[in-house]
Nanobody, 111 residues
Framework: VQLQASGGGLVQAGGSLRLSCAAS????????MGWYRQAPGKQREPVAV???????NYSDSVKGRFTISRDNPKKTVYLQMNGLKAEDTAVYYC??????WGQGTLVTVSS
């Protein structure tokens, strides 16, 4: 499967962005779709995941601010990011089963 992430950009602290991850195939094939991020000089970390049953899980740092969702017919997974902080600045990647990865989209939050 190919994953295409989009929606990144520059936003002021407190602002919002919505990331999209479009898959080339049926995402119901994968038990978990997720968003991960890698900040400069840091390791890649999980941000949010969603199972094909719709169960979600978030890292403590984004809980209450970010929402992951999926649209199976559109083969797309979304990450709604509200209340953005400077520390959310990173390249965001989507992944299927943490095995197939998209190319990443850069999110920059100015303080």
């Amino acid at each position: 499967v190919q994953l295409q992430a989009s929606g990144g950009g520059l936003v002021q602290a407190g602002g919002s962005l919505r990331l999209s991850c479009a898959a080339s195939g049926n995402i119901l094939r994968f038990s978990v779709m997720g968003w991960y991020r890698q900040a400069p000089g840091k390791q890649r970390e999980p941000v949010a995941v969603i199972t094909n049953d719709g169960v979600t899980n978030y890292s403590d740092s984004v809980k209450g601010r970010f929402t992951i969702s999926r649209d199976n017919p559109k083969k797309t997974v979304y990450l709604q990011m509200n209340g953005l902080k400077a520390e959310d600045t990173a390249v965001y990647y989507c992944a299927a089963n943490a095995v197939w990865w998209g190319q990443g989209t850069l999110v920059t939050v100015s303080s």
